[in-house]
């Protein structure tokens, strides 16, 4: 069954009822300032880092799930009836509720007993704040007499401290109420120059800032003592659980509207101007004020809106297309797009599935991020870049992760993923074919972020590049250290302890076990090394590449082929994984989509093999299973790939991330009908009408979608931040709609299903807007192109020299 609707016209999913099977969430906020909500209002605010500066708190895996949250309560001060037109937390009965995810703000409704009330909440561009705008109409017969309550909780700011550390943090909390501004100041006494804010528009009847005042002893979010009585308790904290609740009444004539905001905010006040006066310990409020008035006024909070619509029009519409597909369409146009950007401004941090506590910004993942949205953001992926190849290691090396505040590699995890140094290759290489600003490989950058280290960012790549070369095991292949882009095949690990992480406790030396999904891969970076150093001139060093990826290509063949597909690995005893010769886990994933999308066995029927072996072993109904059989049980020499039951993450569940590598190799190999079909097995828009299945958001992929040995198969799990995003519309816009921006131009070679007429699309590339139609002639792949009216030679569109800024280009397909 479906629990909503896409409204395509507007960019907007609505949900139509408030039960979904999960919490079904959106992002608030796309520079400094961010939240998560789900569509009951759930959900928690945070400044830059989800871990470091939180200003919501949430709590975790709680009963519902989404607790914690931006919640507005209404009460009937005639009747005494309340509850909430987000549905949760009350969880009263509604007369109808809709929740309108859009790109950056959510709009939630919910009606009771002839009283509609709607809730708009986004983040303006360059504030650190979000608006709720609030609307309530009377559409009874007679007045109506309402109170109206805001609510949200504060965290200490450290979310990880503020969920554990309670023998200090209940002794800590501080609040400032002045002029109807809640301002919550934990720990500015002493180190920290921010606060957060909380203010309405409205004129207040009362306020609380104490939890246990508002609830109540023994109560829940679900029945606050203040708004059961009508009255705030007007409480200032000290200590214990620091709240935000504004108290406002009103009397409503029949059909009457009345619009109320509430503003919540982060800000930092100079080092030396925290106090005023400055020998007081009251927060100086002079600089904050001037936001807090700007935000309180309808207009201005309209006018933001409308920037908002703007710039997420502006983005979307870099890359438009027409397909005959909607499913398609959809994503491309809209939802894949927006969740690329989510992928860019989170990495894997902070989701309903991430706890915004565990993980940084991952160096892998947020390389392979920039797939999804270099073509959106260029200049912000540059600084990605930049700030990634600053934590790489002086070894070529890299820190797995980094801290989005410190831009410090997390030593927690540290390094040794032996795949990682080649994402940065595959992420410059990105950026380069899409800005052509070729000035980026001079740009100096920092070892470990250490300064006097700096070298150009080539040398970083050139770094990454012998970082394998140097490690070489037996068969000639990678090394693949604590793991490779499978962070469960963990061959070095050897783990018998309960408890103990796989990634990081202490591994063997490891001089045995490869991997040839890095060899693949490192076959790959070897090509676009070699063509980033062609096009610096260098065509020597540009030859010495190609000769490494063919002796590499070559071992590949030898050592990696098992007859039917490649083999995924050699553990620490030599040992085959993913061969015929094992029990369990006989073929992989991984391999076969990434040796081919290195150009391994195209030429000489491999690939086609490798690829009908997937078909053969791997594909469902719902997608690609990452390996078959699952293992069964656990095996020391394998790590946490085999602690999970069979159908579930890296243990033979469609890990959605990769299954566009099999789209890619399958668009290459030719083959637009195999490629559309996997495409659209894990298209969630096309998920949509299975929703009980699927159970997550059917607007955004999630990491995985349990496999065919799970008892759930079909069911997905950790939506949202995955590199699913970037890599399914890598694969969809470049491989399959085939517009793919390369070093010298835009090549278009669209592999599309047999059976489309051809499509339509619009790109922005490097300043021009191309307006492109394709149309199919024959069953096959063989294009023709004439740009503006003109037969061009080849695939490659160099770009318009006359400077025009538009160009037509018109396609056929044989
Ligand atoms: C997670 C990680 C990613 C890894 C994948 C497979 O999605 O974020 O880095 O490649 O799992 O293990
Ligand atoms: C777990 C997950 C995997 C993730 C890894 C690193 O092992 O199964 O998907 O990549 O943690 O955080």
């Given at each position: 069954?479906?629990?909503?609707?896409?409204?395509?016209?507007?960019?907007?999913?609505?949900?139509?009822?408030?039960?979904?099977?999960?919490?079904?969430?959106?992002?608030?906020?796309?520079?400094?300032?961010?939240?998560?909500?789900?569509?009951?209002?759930?959900?928690?605010?945070?400044?830059?880092?989800?871990?470091?500066?939180?200003?919501?708190?949430?709590?975790?895996?709680?009963?519902?799930?989404?607790?914690?949250?931006?919640?507005?309560?209404?009460?009937?001060?005639?009747?005494?009836?309340?509850?909430?037109?987000?549905?949760?937390?009350?969880?009263?009965?509604?007369?109808?509720?809709?929740?309108?995810?859009?790109?950056?703000?959510?709009?939630?409704?919910?009606?009771?007993?002839?009283?509609?009330?709607?809730?708009?909440?986004?983040?303006?561009?360059?504030?650190?704040?979000?608006?709720?705008?609030?609307?309530?109409?009377?559409?009874?017969?007679?007045?109506?007499?309402?109170?109206?309550?805001?609510?949200?909780?504060?965290?200490?700011?450290?979310?990880?401290?503020?969920?554990?550390?309670?023998?200090?943090?209940?002794?800590?909390?501080?609040?400032?109420?002045?002029?109807?501004?809640?301002?919550?100041?934990?720990?500015?006494?002493?180190?920290?120059?921010?606060?957060?804010?909380?203010?309405?528009?409205?004129?207040?009847?009362?306020?609380?800032?104490?939890?246990?005042?508002?609830?109540?002893?023994?109560?829940?979010?679900?029945?606050?003592?203040?708004?059961?009585?009508?009255?705030?308790?007007?409480?200032?904290?000290?200590?214990?659980?620091?709240?935000?609740?504004?108290?406002?009444?009103?009397?409503?004539?029949?059909?009457?509207?009345?619009?109320?905001?509430?503003?919540?905010?982060?800000?930092?006040?100079?080092?030396?101007?925290?106090?005023?006066?400055?020998?007081?310990?009251?927060?100086?409020?002079?600089?904050?004020?001037?936001?807090?008035?700007?935000?309180?006024?309808?207009?201005?909070?309209?006018?933001?809106?409308?920037?908002?619509?703007?710039?997420?029009?502006?983005?979307?519409?870099?890359?438009?297309?027409?397909?005959?597909?909607?499913?398609?369409?959809?994503?491309?146009?809209?939802?894949?797009?927006?969740?690329?950007?989510?992928?860019?401004?989170?990495?894997?941090?902070?989701?309903?599935?991430?706890?915004?506590?565990?993980?940084?910004?991952?160096?892998?993942?947020?390389n392979?991020?920039l797939l999804?949205?270099v073509h959106?953001?260029p200049?912000?992926a540059r600084?990605?870049i930049?700030?990634?190849?600053?934590?790489?290691?002086?070894?070529?090396?890299?820190?797995?992760?980094?801290?989005?505040?410190?831009?410090?590699?997390?030593?927690?995890?540290?390094?040794?993923?032996?795949?990682?140094?080649?994402?940065l290759i595959l992420g410059v290489a990105a950026y380069l074919k899409e800005t052509g600003d070729w000035s980026i490989l001079k740009a100096?950058?920092?070892?470990?972020?250490?300064?006097?280290?700096?070298?150009?960012l080539y040398?970083?790549l050139?770094?990454?590049?012998?970082?394998?070369?140097?490690?070489?095991?037996?068969?000639?292949?990678?090394?693949?250290?604590?793991?490779?882009?499978?962070?469960?095949?963990?061959?070095?690990?050897?783990?018998?302890?309960?408890?103990?992480?796989?990634?990081?406790?202490?591994?063997?030396?490891?001089?045995?076990?490869?991997?040839?999904?890095?060899?693949?891969?490192?076959?790959?970076a070897?090509k676009e090394m070699a063509a980033i150093a062609k096009h610096s001139?260098?065509?020597?060093?540009?030859?010495?590449?190609?000769?490494?990826?063919?002796?590499?290509?070559?071992?590949?063949?030898?050592?990696?082929?098992?007859?039917?597909?490649?083999?995924?690995?050699?553990?620490?005893?030599?040992?085959?994984?993913?061969?015929?010769?094992?029990?369990?886990?006989?073929?992989?994933?991984?391999?076969?989509?990434?040796?081919?999308?290195?150009?391994?066995?195209?030429?000489?029927?491999?690939?086609?093999?490798?690829?009908?072996?997937?078909?053969?072993?791997?594909?469902?109904?719902?997608?690609?299973?990452?390996?078959?059989?699952?293992?069964?049980?656990?095996?020391?020499?394998?790590?946490?790939?085999?602690?999970?039951?069979?159908?579930?993450?890296?243990?033979?569940?469609?890990?959605?991330?990769?299954?566009?590598?099999?789209?890619?190799?399958?668009?290459?190999?030719?083959?637009?009908?195999?490629?559309?079909?996997?495409?659209?097995?894990?298209?969630?828009?096309?998920?949509?009408?299975?929703?009980?299945?699927?159970?997550?958001?059917?607007?955004?992929?999630?990491?995985?979608?349990?496999?065919?040995?799970?008892?759930?198969?079909?069911?997905?799990?950790?939506?949202?931040?995955?590199?699913?995003?970037?890599?399914?519309?890598?694969?969809?816009?470049?491989?399959?709609?085939?517009?793919r921006p390369s070093y010298d131009g835009?090549?278009?070679?669209?592999?599309?299903?047999?059976?489309?007429?051809?499509?339509?699309?619009?790109?922005?590339f490097r300043?021009?807007?191309?307006?492109?139609?394709?149309?199919?002639?024959?069953?096959?792949?063989?294009?023709?192109?004439?740009?503006?009216?003109?037969?061009?030679?080849?695939?490659?569109?160099?770009?318009?020299?006359?400077?025009?800024?538009?160009?037509?280009?018109?396609?056929?397909?044989?």
């Amino acid at each position: 069954m479906q629990y909503g609707y896409f409204d395509d016209q507007n960019r907007e999913y609505v949900i139509t009822r408030p039960d979904t099977p999960l919490p079904w969430i959106n992002y608030l906020g796309c520079e400094s300032y961010f939240g998560i909500i789900s569509n009951t209002a759930g959900g928690y605010s945070f400044y830059r880092d989800a871990r470091l500066r939180r200003l919501t708190r949430y709590r975790y895996n709680n009963v519902p799930f989404d607790l914690g949250g931006r919640y507005i309560y209404l009460r009937d001060n005639e009747t005494g009836d309340y509850w909430s037109p987000s549905w949760q937390p009350t969880g009263s009965d509604l007369e109808h509720y809709t929740c309108r995810h859009g790109m950056g703000y959510s709009t939630i409704s919910g009606a009771r007993r002839g009283i509609a009330a709607s809730t708009r909440y986004f983040v303006p561009l360059g504030e650190n704040l979000e608006i709720w705008q609030f609307t309530v109409t009377n559409h009874r017969l007679a007045p109506a007499q309402l109170s109206i309550f805001s609510a949200i909780e504060f965290c200490l700011w450290d979310a990880q401290d503020d969920s554990t550390n309670f023998q200090r943090n209940f002794s800590i909390g501080e609040v400032e109420i002045e002029d109807g501004v809640i301002y919550h100041k934990t720990e500015y006494r002493e180190r920290r120059d921010h606060f957060a804010w909380f203010a309405c528009s409205a004129e207040l009847d009362g306020f609380d800032t104490q939890r246990d005042t508002f609830l109540g002893g023994a109560r829940g979010w679900d029945r606050p003592i203040a708004v059961e009585r009508g009255q705030s308790g007007n409480s200032v904290a000290h200590g214990w659980a620091p709240i935000g609740s504004h108290h406002v009444r009103l009397t409503l004539a029949p059909g009457e509207t009345r619009r109320i905001l509430f503003v919540l905010g982060y800000h930092e006040n100079p080092k030396d101007a925290k106090f005023d006066p400055p020998d007081s310990q009251t927060v100086n409020k002079k600089t904050v004020k001037p936001v807090i008035t700007k935000y309180l006024v309808p207009a201005n909070a309209d006018d933001a809106f409308y920037k908002l619509r703007d710039y997420w029009a502006g983005l979307l519409g870099i890359c438009q297309v027409s397909t005959p597909d909607v499913h398609t369409d959809r994503m491309v146009n809209i939802w894949n797009a927006y969740q690329c950007m989510a992928t860019f401004n989170m990495s894997r941090s902070a989701s309903f599935y991430e706890s915004g506590i565990g993980r940084g910004l991952g160096f892998r993942d947020s390389n392979q991020d920039l797939l999804g949205f270099v073509h959106m953001i260029p200049e912000r992926a540059r600084e990605r870049i930049l700030d990634l190849a600053a934590t790489q290691l002086p070894t070529g090396g890299a820190y797995h992760q980094y801290q989005p505040l410190t831009k410090k590699g997390n030593n927690d995890v540290g390094g040794n993923f032996n795949d990682d140094p080649h994402w940065l290759i595959l992420g410059v290489a990105a950026y380069l074919k899409e800005t052509g600003d070729w000035s980026i490989l001079k740009a100096p950058v920092q070892y470990d972020n250490q300064p006097g280290s700096e070298q150009a960012l080539y040398e970083h790549l050139q770094r990454s590049f012998r970082y394998t070369l140097d490690r070489l095991g037996p068969h000639g292949l990678p090394l693949i250290g604590r793991a490779d882009w499978n962070d469960c095949l963990n061959l070095n690990c050897f783990s018998d302890t309960p408890g103990q992480s796989f990634q990081t406790t202490t591994n063997k030396e490891g001089k045995v076990a490869e991997s040839v999904f890095i060899g693949g891969l490192f076959v790959l970076a070897a090509k676009e090394m070699a063509a980033i150093a062609k096009h610096s001139g260098d065509v020597d060093e540009a030859a010495g590449y190609l000769a490494e990826g063919a002796r590499m290509e070559q071992t590949v063949r030898e050592h990696g082929w098992d007859g039917e597909w490649f083999i995924r690995a050699y553990d620490d005893s030599g040992d085959k994984v993913g061969s015929k010769d094992c029990a369990e886990g006989k073929i992989f994933i991984e391999p076969q989509g990434f040796c081919v999308i290195a150009g391994i066995g195209l030429e000489d029927g491999l690939a086609r093999r490798a690829l009908d072996s997937v078909r053969k072993y791997l594909a469902t109904p719902h997608g690609i299973v990452l390996q078959q059989p699952a293992y069964s049980r656990y095996y020391l020499n394998l790590g946490e790939i085999s602690s999970y039951p069979p159908g579930y993450k890296e243990n033979a569940g469609i890990f959605c991330h990769n299954n566009p590598w099999v789209i890619i190799a399958e668009a290459m190999a030719g083959n637009g009908d195999a490629a559309h079909d996997y495409y659209s097995r894990i298209n969630p828009s096309a998920r949509e009408p299975i929703g009980d299945i699927h159970r997550c958001e059917p607007y955004v992929y999630a990491q995985m979608i349990a496999g065919r040995d799970a008892p759930t198969h079909g069911e997905a799990k950790n939506s949202w931040l995955t590199g699913t995003a970037a890599w399914n519309y890598y694969a969809i816009t470049q491989w399959i709609l085939g517009i793919r921006p390369s070093y010298d131009g835009l090549e278009i070679a669209p592999v599309i299903p047999v059976r489309w007429s051809g499509f339509a699309a619009t790109r922005k590339f490097r300043g021009v807007t191309y307006h492109i139609a394709v149309q199919r002639k024959g069953p096959g792949n063989k294009v023709k192109l004439t740009v503006d009216g003109r037969p061009l030679r080849g695939n490659i569109v160099p770009g318009p020299t006359d400077g025009r800024s538009e160009s037509h280009i018109n396609i056929t397909i044989e």
